[in-house]
Each structure stands twice: as C-alpha cells, then as structure tokens.
C-alpha cells in the first residue's frame, strides 16, 4: 500500500475524514498513560521532555508513573536539531507516529484503511491560518474536549490567533545547491551541518532556520500572562504534545523531497556518515516504538528516498525560485548564454574555502523592539569579495557572503526577529524589503543556554545568505565602507527577563 499524505487546506471541509480520523487517532493516544511508548505523551518526550516546564504546562503529574530505564534511554529525547540528522531524523519521527494513529484508527469502526498524515502549506495562498479543526474547542458536532485543541497555542501576536504571517517566512533555503552546511561561517546548506547525535546542536540548517524554526515560534508564541512560558509549539522540549506540530513537520518533510527533486542536481549527502547515522560510530541510534509492540530502528540512508517508503505527497510543484546567479548576470547584461552556463555552475560542489570577512565588538543585548551594531569590514578581505562579485559578470558564479548570528543566547524559544542590513539612519525597516537578510526564531534557545546543557550553554549560531544585499552595495558602489549596518527587528518587543543576546555579528564570505 501507498499512502498519500493530502494538503489539510483541501480536504473538502474543516472536519474533512482524514481529519476527524486524525482527532480519533489522537484521542486515542491522548488515553493512554504516560509509561506507555505509544502514548501520546511519550511519543512528545521522544522528541524532548523537560519535567518541570510539563508540569508548569500541566502535561506531568508528580503522580505519573515512569516508563522503565531502558525505555526512557532508547527513545526519550531524541530529536536531531542543529544537525544534517535534522531531516532524516524527523522523517522517522513522523512515519512511527503515523503509523501509530494508523493503528489506533483502525481499531474504530467504519475506519479507513488508508489513513494518512495530512500536512500544512503555511505558503500556499489563504492556508496560513491554523486549519478550523485545531482551532475549535469542541468536536464538530459542537461538544468540548476536541483532542486537536491546544490551549498553550498563542499565535504571532501571543493572543491566541494563530497564523503564519506570510511576510515572516521564506524559501530561499530551497536555492541552496548543498545539502551540508559549512561550521566556520559559511553556508548553513539546506540540510544542516556535518555533526554526530546532536540533541540540540548549535548550528541550525537553511530549511530548520525557514521556515521550520519560524513556524515553531510564531504558532506557539508565548503565555501573555507570563512570558517565559512558552506555547507547546515554542520549545522542542514541549513541540511533540501539539497535534498541529505532526502537519509542520509533514510539510517540512515534503520540501526536503521538493528540494531533491528540483533541480536534479540536489542530492542528499553520499558521505556514510551520514548514510549509516550516529549509531555507526557508537553513539545513540534512531529507534521509535511501533504498534506491534517493538522498536523500530533507523538509519538516516533508509530515509533518503521517499520512493522506498511507502507514501508521497499529492503536490511536490517546485517552490518559487529567489534569484539565481544566471538571472543575476541578466540583470547585470550578460548574454543569455553565459547566464545559462551560470545555472549549471552552481551544482559544482564547491572548495568551501570560508574566511572570516568582519565582525562587530563585543556582545549585543536584545531588548524592546530594536538593537543595532555595526561589523568592522576587514579592508583586504572586502577588496577580495568586491573583485569576485565584479569578475562574477564574465566569469565563475561569485562568492557567497554569510551572516553569522553567533552563540544567541535567551530563555524565551518564541522571540523572533528580523535582520536587516545596512539600514539608512532612521529608516523604517518595513520600506526597505531588499535589505533584509533574514530572520531568525529562537527555537531551542532556552536548552541551547543553559550552563549544564550540551554545550554549556553557548547558545544557537543562525547563518544568514546576504549575497544578494552585497551584490546590491558593490553595484551601487556602496560597499567600499568601513563597516556594515546590522539591525536587529524583533517581532514583538522582547523583555529584559528573556535576557536575549547574541554573541558576536559576523560577515563570512564562501568561495564557488
Ligand atoms: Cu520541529
């Protein structure tokens, strides 16, 4: 059997089959206690429990039997973050739950047999806001206890309207033409980086950055009566209990394989350390409880082709294209020719050759609803990165130009905000759209800051593409400056208790 997972939006009705099946399938997992491995609890802790946030949340009970040891140890806290394990570890993630709901729906009368995970395309015109059925109290026969329901779930405007504001997420990851990312500053790659069982790493990936981390934070937001508390979706360690986080990440799996199919020159990593997965070199493997009862072990090469797994997606249409160096070259008036060798340029695997082109001193506070700070340019290196992006117009594709966030410390996962580049003094930031370079949503900050955590609190690295604004300075003659402009637009005013910082702002250039 194929399965076929469906756009929610267009089931045909807010309580469509697949979706009153799904709530069925949830109640049913809701039903079952903690210790279970198939209960809905347990299957949030495989992704991260943090004990004490559950309780304030009101989703553990001091009362709560434990599951044994050895269960806690082989699936608990698991999800890959800040790591090429990212996708393949979350595609496995996805497939045991599905097939858990699977199982509890067809132990219902009158159930289908095919049932399958629908997925949310935040993109897709008017499909931005929480589909209807999440949104209800009530069953659709308009009795309470509709288990789709989240309290916790504060929306954008931490109001309890929850949406994706369109204009706060992008695609550019998918123009990424590597998979793995660089460390030291470069390309964050559309996948991630190169990294062993990484519960939390700091580096997150080009589609983990957007839209993934952004949809986590502007759906969960945070309580307004107290703003360290965090909406499920906001932190991974409370992500798993939001039922809307399976339909995230089902669409966050489908544009991995968007990515992969177009152009064909995506590939996933061939490297076998990321083929066979950490548990080759002796540390954790990937395993999820199956309904039979047993584990379900996996690799991340097992989860790299979607032909070989038994489902699809009913829409796999390429995602709109920002712009490409062949288009760059048309602006710049290169015969269509060149800009044609341009595009198969670009699947080239690259030397990676990262050097560090500036940063600012010292590190920046976040507070309120703006900061700023300014990276020194190194005058060689900029020189360097001016005479790429002038020899770009005849020759090879020029360098790519990185903005690191380094080390961003907080306690508040649902701050979000967005980078802007070389803003005139006094600007509006709204009326300069071309200078942004991203955005970036804290998901994972809190464990990411603590001093006992993994990395002992050094926080999350975020890496943003600026190619695009820098080609705009040099062409306008703007970029032989001292310094570069950074401003820091958080989404909703951030208070002094979420003790935001980032470590250092640097500028990191990639050779071709
Ligand atoms: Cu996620």
Redesign the pocket.
């Known amino acids: 059997m194929q399965y076929l997972r469906k756009n929610v939006w267009e089931l045909g009705g807010d309580w469509a089959d697949p979706i009153l099946w799904y709530a069925r399938g949830v109640a049913a997992m809701k039903a079952r206690a903690l210790a279970e491995p198939t209960s809905w609890r347990f299957y949030g802790a495989i992704h991260g429990i943090d004990a004490q946030l559950w309780q304030q949340l009101g989703y553990l009970s001091p009362s709560d039997p434990m599951p044994g040891k050895a269960a806690i140890h082989r699936f608990w806290k698991q999800c890959q973050h800040g790591s090429w394990y990212f996708l393949p570890w ?1 595609r496995g993630y996805v497939l045991a739950f599905e097939a858990n709901i699977r199982a509890a729906v067809m132990k219902l009368p009158g159930a289908p047999t095919d049932w399958a995970l629908p997925y949310w395309n935040y993109f897709k015109p008017n499909q931005n806001k929480l589909p209807p059925a999440f949104a209800s109290a009530d069953w659709p026969d308009g009795h309470g206890n509709n288990p789709l329901f989240v309290q916790q779930r504060y929306g954008p405007n931490n109001d309890g309207n929850v949406y994706v504001p369109v204009d706060m997420i992008n695609l550019n990851a998918m123009n990424d033409p590597d998979f793995t990312g660089v460390a030291s500053g470069g390309g964050p790659g559309f996948g991630g980086v190169d990294t062993g069982f990484e519960h939390g790493g700091r580096h997150h990936g080009g589609i983990e950055t957007q839209p ?1 981390d952004w949809v ?1 934070g502007l759906v969960g937001g945070s309580d307004p009566k107290n703003q360290q508390l965090p909406g499920l979706m906001s932190d991974p360690d409370t ?1 798993g209990l939001d039922p809307i ?1 399976w339909l ?2 089902a669409n966050i799996d489908r544009l991995w394989e968007v990515w992969r199919q177009s152009p064909t020159t995506h590939v996933n990593p061939t490297d076998l350390h990321w083929i066979k997965g950490p548990g080759n070199i002796g540390e954790r493997i990937f395993s999820m409880p199956m309904p039979d009862g047993n584990p379900w072990d996996y690799t991340p090469g097992d989860m790299a082709d979607l032909g070989q797994l038994g489902y699809k997606y009913d829409d796999l249409s390429p995602a709109p294209a920002v712009v490409q160096p062949g288009e760059r070259l048309l602006r710049l008036g290169a015969s269509a020719a060149a800009a044609k060798a341009m595009e198969g340029a670009t699947a080239v695997a690259s030397t990676k050759n990262v050097e560090l082109v500036g940063a600012n001193r010292g590190s920046l506070r976040i507070t309120g609803s703006e900061a700023r700070t300014s990276v020194q340019l190194d005058p060689g290196m900029r020189r360097k990165v001016s005479a790429s992006l002038a020899a770009a117009v005849e020759a090879a594709a020029p360098d790519r130009v990185f903005l690191n966030l380094e080390n961003v410390r907080g306690l508040v996962d649902s701050t979000a905000f967005q980078v802007y580049v070389d803003l005139p003094d006094g600007a509006n930031p709204a009326d300069y759209p071309e200078r942004l370079a991203g955005s970036v949503a804290l998901f994972g900050v809190r464990k990411a800051s603590l001093a006992d955590g993994e990395h002992a609190g050094q926080g999350l690295t975020f890496v943003l593409e600026i190619t695009d604004i820098v080609d705009a300075l040099h062409l306008s003659n703007k970029l032989d400056v001292d310094a570069l402009d950074v401003r820091i637009v958080p989404v909703n005013p951030v208070p002094e208790g979420a003790q935001v910082s980032i470590g250092r702002v640097s500028i990191f250039r990639q050779g071709r």
């Open positions: 979350h993934h986590h992500a986080f995230h990440h």
